[in-house]
């Protein structure tokens, strides 16, 4: 029949481009894909119908055999073609938008509408009794189900996992003993990324049964837990009070829900001691765990616990006096002092208590040229504008305010209010003179210091507006107000 033999012709020439479509299309275009290929089947199906080649009934019956056997390729073919089509539809029409990057669903819900369109194909072309082949496809059921019994297992339980939603992609989660984001979650099993940048894949059936901790819910708060191990000879009362000034330290840590500091285990070595406290964002964990240490360690040795190896002897200090010299090691514009010029100033600092809301520092007063540095306790830096209080940053034992002050007699817009019972170490500038005038050279490097960090210490918070760069810049203009200040001649 030569119509039939023209449909043939045409029908492979359509699979033929159907496939170069496939194969050789940018899969970045996959909406010209989908067009295209909604073309070909659309093509195919014009070309079945017309010329006899009805996919709903089987193939006719030509003079010759392969003519046959090439209609029942081509109506076979074209179930599975819409099948293919379905599948995609039902991805981007039917199903919710959140499931688009989930394998297991486009996978489960390909597998049911191919296996419809496979049976479709058998009962129509092939004119096969269905519910004969189906009662012995049964027992073959039953052999394949024992034979991938694990791989059905992950698969229900991907079923569940993904209906659930546990997590989601791109969560940070923990699952069992490994930790990571998800990056895929498919039919079989459920892929992280962990922190050495290695992908983990934990099958579904491990998944569903092992404790899962999702890191980004709730989306609003993000626990961090520091434990410390400390002295036992140490009274608890005092560490608990330095660790949960530690956590008020932090502007990050927020307030609600507010942090919890407790005793976790005592042993005859050490008692572990922790802190609970909650972040708004989920980046923010690390930054601020690696700050609660450093912080925990400040606020401890400020009240004279040193954190050490518990089986090293404890070593002796000096009290008082080495407190101050390691207070004035942390100012920056005295790194360049030696130890008796350190010793020198030591003796001249004094030592003022404050209640928590007292004002530590401001412009307005005559402590505005004095060098401030916190000792024990909590303070906060705050700046007025728009009549309200915008908070800067926080100080923690060790951290100083009035450098540009008692350097340079610049008086910064800032105010220093105590947010806990605070000792403050106050050092005047006549202390600082006879040193500044016995070492010019120390002049130069402390302006240096000063004005490199004048950005990111925010110590100059308040720079003249008649600076002119021509003249030498910042540096220069420190350098300069140093002068006149201290009455030095350079």
């Not at 045409?10 to 481009?17: M, R, T």
């Not at 039953?142 to 989601?168: H, K, M, W, Y």
């Not at 909590?378 to 728009?386: C, E, F, G, R, S």
Request: aromatic fraction near 6%.
């Amino acid at each position: 029949m030569p119509t039939l033999t023209d449909g043939v012709l045409f029908g492979l020439a359509i699979l033929v481009l159907d496939f170069l479509a496939w194969r050789f299309m940018s899969r970045k275009s996959d909406q010209t894909r989908l067009v295209f290929r909604a073309l070909m089947f659309a093509l195919s199906s014009y070309v079945l119908f017309s010329y006899g080649m009805n996919p709903l009934r089987a193939a006719p019956w030509p003079a010759e055999p392969l003519r046959h056997l090439l209609a029942q390729v081509l109506e076979i073919v074209w179930w599975l073609q819409g099948a293919r089509l379905v599948t995609i539809l039902l991805d981007r029409v039917v199903l919710p938008e959140a499931w688009h990057k989930e394998r297991l669903f486009q996978d489960v819900f390909g597998a049911l509408v191919f296996l419809a369109a496979t049976v479709g194909a058998i009962a129509f072309v092939l004119q096969l009794p269905v519910r004969g082949l189906l009662a012995t496809s049964g027992a073959l059921a039953v052999v394949l189900g024992l034979a991938i019994q694990s791989t059905l297992n992950d698969v229900f339980s991907g079923v569940v996992l993904n209906a659930t939603e546990p997590f989601r992609l791109g969560d940070w989660v923990t699952i069992g003993d490994v930790e990571g984001k998800v990056v895929e979650s498919n039919w079989r099993a459920t892929s992280l990324l962990n922190g050495q940048g290695n992908i983990v894949v934990i099958p579904n059936s491990v998944a569903a049964r092992a404790h899962i901790v999702n890191a980004n819910e709730p989306s609003h708060t993000h626990g961090i837990s520091v434990v410390l191990p400390v002295k036992p000879s140490v009274r608890p009362a005092l560490v608990l009070a330095a660790l949960a000034s530690a956590a008020q330290s932090s502007r990050d840590v927020l307030d609600d829900p507010k942090p919890v500091v407790s005793v976790r285990r005592a042993t005859n070595d050490a008692i572990e001691y922790e802190i609970v406290c909650y972040v708004s964002e989920l980046g923010k964990k690390i930054a601020v765990r690696n700050d609660l240490f450093d912080l925990a360690h400040r606020h401890l040795l400020s009240r004279g616990v040193v954190l050490r190896p518990l089986s090293v002897p404890e070593p002796v200090t000096g009290g008082t006096a080495d407190e101050k010299l390691r207070l004035l090691r942390n100012v920056l514009i005295f790194q360049t002092l030696a130890r008796d010029e350190l010793a020198e100033l030591a003796g001249k600092l004094t030592q003022h208590e404050f209640d928590a809301g007292d004002t530590v520092y401001a412009a307005t007063d005559e402590s505005g040229h004095e060098l401030h540095i916190l000792a024990q306790g909590v303070a906060k830096v705050i700046v007025t504008k728009d009549g309200g209080e915008i908070e800067l940053r926080r100080l923690a034992p060790g951290d100083s305010i009035g450098q540009s002050g008692i350097l340079a007699g610049v008086r910064t817009a800032v105010v220093v209010r105590a947010l806990t019972r605070a000792t403050v170490f106050r050092l005047d500038k006549s202390a600082l003179t006879p040193v500044l005038t016995r070492r010019p050279e120390v002049v130069k490097e402390m302006c240096r210091l000063l004005s490199e960090h004048h950005a990111t210490e925010e110590m100059l918070l308040a720079s003249p507006a008649s600076l002119d760069e021509n003249t030498g810049g910042l540096l220069q203009w420190i350098r300069d107000g140093v002068r006149r200040f201290h009455e030095l001649t350079l």
